[in-house]
């Protein structure tokens, strides 16, 4: 597979470079030790045309392709995860999917804005029974007029609370299992619709998480995205996408804490000279850099063959699977060469790691991406 990036894609890649370290990184200690979400921030990303990188200019997006996607992703998450799973829940899970499955109405109302910036989107899938298992949706919608009346819980939804626009999966038929299942459209502010406290969680602190209430929620039929019966697969195809976003999210915690520990080895002295001088330093850099490198070429794999319209689905499971994990050890190992200066804020490398953990978990466990990858051999 030939990585020379075109013009476009290295030009993309250097302003989300560019912004990151200039309008990202200033606040990012703080929003983590605050826990406060990058309202500002996100506003400049939408302006700049992160939020919506790979809609088409025609419904408000950027229009570029994948590769690009994951460029930016990896620079913005480098420098702030949290920015990076925002940006990746509205590109990968919300803009894409309305984007291929949205009647035209709801790409008018909805995609516009959310492909934009001024409007931020959410992805609910997982239910307090329903995370890995992804069928067992208890969530009921039941038809009553030109409406659907949801009731049900969701739980772990990024942007859950700051997001404008939610796509909530939901059982419209439970005698058909995962063919009875169906996607909606619900907008902030619906009665009967309410999110839960903010989640107070290991890592990405300045982004929300928390849980949703479907109280007799009504939302109307023509809020369904694709069609009654396709929620499942809509959601299946979706996150599809949504691992090479969070692949691209891993990719950039594993660089930082790879740049932070090169940085660092040079500077630190121990036992008469920099500790980069000793081979057990040495092997630890070297084996961060390979995790990296090997993780982004899995991950820019997935992007191309999405861009070339071919199946992606085995390729962004190992990419995720990969990148996650490479994120996790490199974290590790980034607070181990620190030694007692990675365990405190100042040397930002304990953030990586907490920041790293989740990418093993969210859009797919790793154990799922296994699943998905081992079912993909043997179909
Ligand atoms: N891509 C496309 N279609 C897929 C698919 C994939 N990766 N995996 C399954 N499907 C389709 C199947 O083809 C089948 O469709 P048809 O009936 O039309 O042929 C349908 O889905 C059912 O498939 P299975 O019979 O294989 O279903 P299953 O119950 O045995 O297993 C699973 C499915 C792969 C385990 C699935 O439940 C899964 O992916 N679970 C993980 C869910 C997940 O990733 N959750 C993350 C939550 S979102 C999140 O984290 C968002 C956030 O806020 C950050």
């Known amino acids: 597979m030939n990585f020379a990036f075109t013009e476009d894609q290295l030009m993309v890649q250097e302003a989300a470079r560019e912004f990151a370290e200039k309008e990202i990184a200033p606040t990012a200690v703080e929003r983590d030790i605050q826990?406060?979400?990058?309202?500002?921030?996100?506003?400049?990303?939408?302006?700049?045309?992160?939020?919506?990188?790979?809609?088409?200019?025609?419904?408000?997006?950027?229009?570029?392709?994948?590769?690009?996607?994951?460029?930016?992703?990896?620079?913005?998450?480098?420098?702030?995860?949290?920015?990076?799973?925002?940006?990746?829940?509205?590109?990968?899970?919300?803009?894409?999917?309305?984007?291929?499955?949205?009647?035209?109405?709801?790409?008018?109302?909805?995609?516009?804005?959310?492909?934009?910036?001024?409007?931020?989107?959410?992805?609910?899938?997982?239910?307090?029974e329903a995370g890995s298992d992804a069928t067992n949706q208890r969530t009921y919608a039941e038809k009553d007029g030109d409406h659907y009346v949801l009731n049900g819980i969701k739980n772990w939804i990024t942007n859950g609370i700051s997001a404008d626009y939610f796509l909530v999966v939901a059982q419209t038929d439970k005698e058909k299992a995962h063919k009875g299942i169906t996607t909606f459209l619900v907008e902030k502010g619906t009665p009967g619709f309410e999110h839960g406290k903010k989640e107070d969680k290991l890592g990405i602190h300045s982004s929300d998480t928390c849980s949703l209430t479907f109280s007799n929620c009504r939302v109307p039929v023509e809020?369904?995205?694709?069609?009654?019966?396709?929620?499942?697969?809509?959601?299946?195809?979706?996150?599809?996408?949504?691992?090479?976003?969070?692949?691209?999210?891993?990719?950039?915690?594993?660089?930082?804490?790879?740049?932070?520990?090169?940085?660092?080895?040079?500077?630190?002295?121990?036992?008469?000279?920099?500790?980069?001088?000793?081979?057990?330093?040495?092997?630890?850099?070297?084996?961060?850099s390979v995790r990296f490198e090997a993780a982004k070429a899995l991950t820019l794999q997935a992007a191309a063959l999405k861009d070339a319209h071919k199946s992606y689905v085995k390729e962004s499971a190992m990419a995720k699977l990969y990148a996650s994990k490479a994120a996790v050890e490199n974290a590790l190992e980034a607070v181990q060469i620190h030694g007692g200066y990675g365990y405190v804020r100042e040397y930002l490398v304990e953030r990586y790691l907490r920041d790293a953990k989740i990418t093993e978990i969210y859009e797919g466990t790793s154990e799922i991406q296994k699943m998905v990858i081992a079912r993909s051999l043997l179909q």
């Open 223 to 288: 809020n369904i995205i694709w069609e009654e019966g396709k929620g499942f697969n809509f959601a299946m195809n979706t996150l599809n996408g949504g691992r090479i976003g969070i692949a691209s999210q891993a990719l950039g915690i594993a660089l930082a804490s790879l740049e932070a520990s090169v940085k660092y080895a040079k500077q630190r002295k121990s036992f008469g000279t920099e500790i980069a001088n000793h081979q057990a330093i040495q092997f630890k850099l070297a084996d961060m």
């Open 35 to 128: 826990c406060s979400f990058p309202y500002e921030i996100i506003k400049k990303m939408g302006e700049l045309g992160f939020m919506g990188m790979m809609v088409s200019p025609d419904y408000g997006g950027a229009g570029y392709d994948t590769v690009s996607y994951v460029l930016a992703m990896m620079e913005i998450s480098k420098v702030d995860a949290s920015c990076g799973v925002i940006m990746s829940v509205n590109n990968s899970l919300v803009c894409w999917g309305l984007e291929q499955y949205a009647s035209e109405h709801i790409k008018q109302k909805y995609l516009l804005p959310l492909a934009q910036g001024t409007k931020l989107g959410a992805f609910a899938l997982s239910e307090p």
